[in-house]
């Protein structure tokens, strides 16, 4: 179960739950004299063999398991950590060696103690301890089988599947050679379908040789998860939220149609205006929109594309990277000014190690991963950000998000180990986001950036600018599981891989590979994700919870505004509920975390719909005006 505790772009203290800080037993020297002793009196020839001592399976012994394990994990977690930090940060043969090695250890005892788990599933314990069970049970993404042979195997595959996507290039006819970073630009940029098509269609062929790679993997994780008690690693996944699996299934099919009708409005505006754009011939009026032309290599958000669709009069009237050099906002000032929106909360500042150990500027000496991230070292105060970063709107914006991050770990750090987490793997990104969503023309101009709030005829540009990134996002961030758990569960075949999966981008997304595609391509392969063995789900409800989490805290701020034009800033109670959920961290089942700040025990999505209102009326007018075919 144990994690790097990194997030990427992320106190109901219960007195059982310190029992993890109890002085772990180890035998005694008498203890130990005594077996060397039986164990010499058992060579005897003349005794029978001494039978094998039968363990025990009680509540007792899978509370002690439990201590031990949380134990070793938490001082593995730290060393792990460190390990992790500086490859990042000091890129080399040697530290990525050192990095290997330590991802092996994680991997290996993470596997041990989940296996161990697995013998206690059955024995009556207090919530407290149940709950730490099932999750050092379920919470292996890769679960490897019992077999050493088959260990092995599972652990090259997943090695050689993470290089073949990291490796891969596509070279055009130029001699150009492209790595995916670089054709993602070019596809955010160029608006030459024929160029799009080539690189669309070039990236995939690095998914190709993925494919037996994946279907063996697909088959030694299944018999892992197997070895754990679960049917298959459909059910393992699933079974990390705190409901039944199928259960947790319903919920999101309940969700999503909460969001489809304003995802088709915008999906109908999009694809007529792309069609003025290029014409029948390459994005037709009706059905699917071809895949290459949405700005994005894998059509998962379409910001990219905002220019090409916003109406004319979309523009603000203010430019926020113009607005910080404007008031000499550097990179420090920049992460203060976002430190400054969680004090206003009432947050405490953050420790004096954060502004001595975190990366802010990318260094000139020596290579580092630029990809912003925040980081909790030890578990306890040592929290960092780690960002090249670039003087813009942007990344201001990224800033919010990642200290997001690091306020939940600092609330969290009262709780037992295994409960420094979020309440689901969706919580922790949808924390950083829900205070993004904050920064508004109104909380710019509290803070010095800006001097008045353009009036509410400038909103529909900001929200479809918001739209085209966060509600284009959802069906993708809830297929890729749906995909992935029906080719864990068997109902997808292995001939079948790529059919299955445009099927489903054509159900939730309503968008069509440009090209014919057949079962000798991998295009699931293409999505970083899926080699990587990274769980998907999470983004689909970090961008549910983010939207209802910012209303419910807008009305404890006393806003009655349009809540797109909400911030909580400044608002100590609003940021006292806040922090009264994050200090829970995983210690109670996330229903619970999520009504201490919405008041409900459920997911809802009507806080999405209300957030865009404005922006659906807008966009049926638009549709209905130029006369435009909805659905496909």
Not at 272 to 293: F, M, S
Not at 491 to 516: C, F, H, M, S
Request: hydrophobic share 40%.
């Amino acid at each position: 179960m144990i994690a790097i505790f990194r997030y990427t772009d992320a106190d109901n203290k219960n007195k059982d739950a310190t029992n993890m800080n109890l002085p772990l037993k180890r035998p005694s020297q008498i203890a130990l004299i005594v077996s060397i002793a039986l164990g010499l009196s058992a060579c005897n020839d003349t005794q029978e063999p001494a039978p094998a001592p039968v363990e025990k399976i009680d509540a007792t012994a899978a509370i002690n398991f439990i201590n031990q394990a949380e134990a070793d994990l938490a001082d593995l977690s730290i060393e792990a950590n460190r390990a992790e930090w500086i490859y990042s940060n000091f890129i080399t043969d040697d530290t990525a060696a050192l990095s290997a090695a330590m991802g092996e250890k994680v991997t290996s005892t993470s596997v041990r103690y989940a296996t161990e788990a697995a013998k206690y599933a059955n024995v009556e314990l207090d919530a407290v301890n149940a709950r730490k069970l099932n999750s050092l049970r379920s919470s292996l993404v890769l679960p490897a089988p019992l077999d050493p042979a088959k260990n092995a195997e599972l652990a090259s595959i997943a090695s050689e599947l993470n290089g073949l996507y990291g490796k891969g290039k596509y070279c055009f006819a130029d001699g150009r050679c492209l790595t995916q970073p670089e054709l993602s630009n070019l596809m955010a940029e160029s608006k030459d379908p024929a160029v799009l098509l080539e690189a669309w269609q070039g990236w995939r062929e690095i998914a190709k040789p993925m494919r037996p790679l994946f279907e063996r993997e697909v088959e030694l994780a299944n018999q892992g998860a197997q070895d754990l008690g679960y049917a298959d690693l459909s059910e393992l996944w699933r079974s990390q939220y705190d409901m039944e699996p199928e259960a947790f299934s319903a919920e999101l099919d309940r969700l999503w149609a909460q969001i489809k009708p304003l995802y088709d409005s915008l999906h109908c505006y999009v694809r007529g205006e792309l069609n003025q754009q290029y014409g029948d011939d390459v994005a037709p009026k009706t059905g699917p929109i071809p895949a290459h032309l949405l700005g994005n290599m894998w059509a998962q958000q379409w910001g990219t594309i905002y220019n090409n669709v916003a109406p004319k009069d979309a523009d603000p009237g203010y430019n926020v990277t113009e607005l910080l050099a404007k008031n000499g906002y550097d990179e420090i000032k920049m992460v203060k000014q976002a430190e400054g929106f969680f004090t206003s909360l009432g947050f405490g500042e953050l420790p004096e190690s954060f502004w001595t150990r975190s990366m802010f500027v990318q260094p000139q000496d020596r290579d580092v991963v630029c990809h912003a991230s925040a980081w909790d070292l030890d578990n306890l105060d040592d929290i960092r950000i780690k960002m090249c970063i670039q003087k813009n709107a942007e990344d201001f914006t990224v800033i919010h998000h990642e200290l997001g991050h690091n306020f939940y770990q600092r609330a969290y750090k009262n709780q037992p180990f295994i409960f420094k987490n979020s309440a689901n793997d969706g919580f922790h990104e949808a924390i950083g986001d829900t205070i993004a969503l904050s920064i508004t023309p109104k909380y710019l101009q509290k803070i010095g950036l800006l001097e008045t709030v353009p009036d509410a005829s400038k909103d529909i540009g900001l929200l479809l600018k918001q739209a085209l990134d966060k509600i284009a996002f959802m069906p993708f961030g809830l297929m890729i599981d749906q995909w992935r758990w029906q080719v864990f569960n068997g109902t997808i075949k292995p001939d079948q891989y790529n059919q299955a999966w445009w099927d489903l981008r054509e159900k939730y997304q309503g968008v069509k590979a440009p090209i014919e595609r057949t079962e000798a391509d991998f295009d699931p392969g293409a999505k970083y994700h899926v080699p990587g063995n990274v769980p998907y789900t999470r983004y689909f409800l970090a961008h549910v919870l983010q939207f209802q989490f910012h209303k419910a805290l807008c009305d404890i701020a006393g806003d009655t505004g349009p809540v797109h034009r909400c911030s909580i800033y400044g608002n100590k109670e609003a940021g006292a509920k806040l922090n009264e959920m994050l200090e829970m961290g995983a210690s109670k089942p996330w229903p619970e975390a999520l009504s201490v700040v919405t008041g409900s025990d459920k997911m809802d999505a009507k806080a999405v719909l209300d957030y865009f209102a404005p922006l659906q009326v807008w966009l049926d007018e638009q549709n209905t005006q130029a006369n435009r075919q909805c659905g496909w």
